[in-house]
């Protein structure tokens, strides 16, 4: 019976090892970079998140939409904190659709804080059809959306490579280390120096991919510095009342003679 047991207990803890290893391969293999973000007390770097969006809206946002995003969100506390002014002179940058006015003709106008964030297209079919077939997804959860999250999109956005000779890549497709198959129908988007930060930081490949990464963490999970905040308060709480708890549990049975 004995034997029986230590098997099974070896055959559990070998599974539980094999498992780790293959997730930590699995890992190993993304790229990564100091996340703000990241941990108990993680929040986002404010000037960062201001990066991003700036990368996101001069390099990413011709073919990729946003569109749980409102332009009052970039104002947000906990967001990349525009000021309200900044916000809507952003917002006004884009035109949308609105009506029908009292003629009953529907008109464009400058948009507003209120307003989602502009599509780059008319509808899925037209974003396909620009794009040789391929659906350039959603931005706004896209880090929820994908295994290895942030280190999975700064990894695919650094991993763009020449293809090994026996690979040959059909018109409009390119190879990328990271991308599932090695086969991606999106152009490289990024290069050295392809944008001028506003402010003044260096805009190598890596320093955009990691910007980019970590505002696109924020749309994914625009609550996470409030969560991450009230789990803070709960840990002390809980601390608190777990020492008030011992010693009331001393004082009372504290008459209780001990049985010699
Ligand atoms: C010229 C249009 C275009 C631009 C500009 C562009 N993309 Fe894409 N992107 C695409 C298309 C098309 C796909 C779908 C590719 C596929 O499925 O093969 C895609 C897919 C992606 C994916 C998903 C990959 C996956 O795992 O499925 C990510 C992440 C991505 N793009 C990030 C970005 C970022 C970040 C930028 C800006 C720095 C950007 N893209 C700029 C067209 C574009």
């Known amino acids: 019976m004995k034997n029986i047991i230590k098997s099974i207990c070896f055959i559990f803890l070998s599974l539980i090892f094999l498992s780790q290893n293959i997730f930590a391969e699995e890992k190993k293999k993304l790229l990564t970079t100091d996340w703000s973000f990241k941990g108990y007390f993680g929040k986002f770097d404010r000037a960062s998140l201001q990066r991003g969006y700036q990368v996101y809206a001069e390099v990413c946002a011709s073919c990729h939409s946003l569109k749980y995003l409102s332009y009052r969100n970039l104002a947000e506390k906990g967001g990349p904190e525009f000021s309200k002014e900044q916000a809507k002179a952003i917002a006004a940058n884009f035109e949308v659709t609105d009506g029908p006015n009292d003629d009953g003709d529907m008109f464009v106008r400058p948009a507003k804080l209120s307003d989602k964030f502009v599509n780059p297209y008319q509808n899925d079919k037209e974003a396909m059809a620009s794009n040789g077939g391929a659906y350039p997804p959603d931005m706004s959860v896209l880090i929820k959306a994908r295994s290895g999250g942030a280190d999975y999109i700064y990894s695919l956005l650094l991993g763009y490579e020449d293809p090994p000779n026996d690979v040959i890549l059909d018109e409009g497709v390119y190879y990328n280390k990271y991308m599932y198959g090695n086969m991606i129908k999106m152009p490289n988007p990024l290069s050295d120096d392809l944008i001028e930060y506003n402010d003044g930081t260096k805009a190598t490949e890596e320093q ?26 709960a840990i002390i709480y809980l601390i608190i009342l777990s020492i008030l708890a011992y010693f009331s549990m001393k004082r009372l049975w504290s008459r209780v003679e001990p049985e010699v």
Do not use: C, S
């Open 208 to 233: 955009m991919a990691k910007d980019l990464v970590t505002f696109l963490a924020w749309t994914a999970e625009p609550h996470l510095e409030a969560r991450h905040k009230i789990g803070f308060k």
